[in-house]
């Protein structure tokens, strides 16, 4: 039997039809739940070959607590209510406590009654992950000085180490003195110390840090100071800036523009 | 003069060989039912094909060295996706992973944990999502 061209084309259209196919009996559907956390595609991570900080002291007021109720919101900060046990991530300090070595009887009183953000300054040659005995402080590639909570044996000489006080111990359990906890970031345990740890947690998932998003002023810069197009880059390139107690060699990567 | 020595030894000889095997007989005679564990919640539940990361002898056997290996990865490399020996992967994460499914931590976790009086710290830190919502 010979087929017409036109035959032809009529069979195999009508099984081109039965290709198209509705999914009315799932046979095939392995599974319509999804188990937490399966199939986890992190969003795009921030990276950097150093990460910094840039702040713009002018911007900066000196009433505002923006950034410092949204980090210690965010990280599980416990508030001991006593300032001899207080647990700090990034608090504000007097101007004569940042710059000890810029401050004389002559600074007028705008300076004088200045205050100013403080954070733990990540910097390139720490000396609390130089004194950490177990290795639990330690100095990732792309700059952030992190905590590892479960080595800390709470000897607390990175404490002693830290020319910034950047560092708190908890000497009780933080648990009951954390107004609201945030389920997505763990809380410490009693006998460790913890500090800022530049929302590393937040740049895995692509965000900026707490601190960062929470100024309305936009006084806090952050950045990846090896690229030279980065936004602190050409700040610091334009503005006079300090570090604090860079003499010291811990090569801080805060910068205050002044 | 011999038998004498004897009448000493054997006493104390008996108590040490009985306080020896004590833990040995005592778990004998008392012996704690294994626990059962309880997979009622409403995330597995809803699962079709109820697996959890990895089959369940690796995970009833060596949960507590893959959560040590995910700690490690995590906080010191960086590496926070958990591939499968399937090939499914994961976030690794004990609070939004595994405590997600198994949200019932004192039916689960816990009565394991203490018929084999395993004290993990994890939880010192880690939270317990049910917990905060109380």
Redesign the interface.
């Known amino acids: 039997m010979t087929t017409s061209r036109r035959e032809f084309l009529k069979i195999a259209g009508a099984s081109a039809l039965t290709l198209i196919t509705f999914p009315v009996f799932p046979v095939g559907a392995?599974?319509?739940?999804r188990?937490?956390?399966?199939?986890?595609?992190?969003a795009k991570p921030l990276t950097a070959r150093r990460w910094a900080m840039a702040i713009d002291t002018s911007k900066c007021s000196k009433d505002c607590t923006d950034c410092i109720v949204a980090c210690h919101a965010i990280h599980n900060v416990p508030d001991f209510g006593n300032p001899k046990d207080e647990v700090k991530w990034i608090w504000q300090e007097p101007f004569a406590a940042v710059f000890p070595d810029n401050q004389h009887a002559y600074s007028g009183q705008a300076i004088q009654k200045m205050r100013l953000p403080v954070l733990c300054n990540h910097c390139a040659n720490p000396s609390c992950v130089r004194v950490c005995p177990t290795q639990a402080t330690?100095k990732?590639p792309d700059g952030i000085v992190?905590m590892?909570?479960?080595r800390c044996i709470g000897c607390r000489l990175c404490m002693a180490g830290c020319p910034y006080g950047a560092r708190s111990m908890n000497f009780h359990d933080p648990r009951p003195f954390i107004a609201k906890?945030n389920?997505?970031f763990?809380?410490?345990?009693k006998g460790v110390v913890e500090k800022c740890n530049f929302c590393?947690e937040r740049l895995?998932k692509g965000l900026l840090p707490a601190c960062v998003l929470a100024c309305k002023e936009k006084a806090l810069v952050f950045g990846d100071l090896e690229d030279p197009l980065s936004d602190i880059r050409s700040l610091l390139k334009e503005r006079f800036n300090l570090r604090r107690k860079a003499h010291l060699g811990t090569r801080p990567q805060i910068y205050y523009i002044v | 003069m011999k038998q004498h020595k004897w009448r000493f030894i054997l006493p104390g000889l008996v108590i040490f060989v009985v306080g020896v095997t004590f833990p040995l007989w005592y778990s004998a005679v008392n012996s704690t039912p294994v626990p059962v564990l309880s997979l009622d919640t409403p995330?597995i539940n809803?699962?079709?094909?109820k697996?959890c990361?990895e089959d369940k002898a690796f995970m009833s056997a060596d949960h507590m060295k893959m959560l040590h290996a995910w700690?490690d990865e995590v906080?010191?490399e960086?590496k926070?996706?958990?591939t499968a020996k399937d090939g499914?992967?994961?976030?690794k994460?004990l609070?939004?992973?595994?405590l997600?499914?198994h949200s019932n931590k004192e039916q689960f976790c816990d009565r394991c944990h203490n018929y084999a009086g395993a004290k993990p710290?994890c939880y010192?830190?880690?939270?317990i999502?049910e917990e905060?919502k109380k």
């Open positions: 392995k599974e319509n739940v188990i937490p956390g399966q199939d986890f595609t992190s330690f990732r992190m590892d909570y479960h906890i389920p997505d763990p809380t410490r345990t590393q895995a | 995330v809803q699962l079709q094909n697996e990361v700690r906080v010191r960086g926070r996706e958990y499914r992967k994961f976030e994460s609070t939004r992973t595994c997600s499914c710290t010192d830190c880690h939270i999502p905060v």
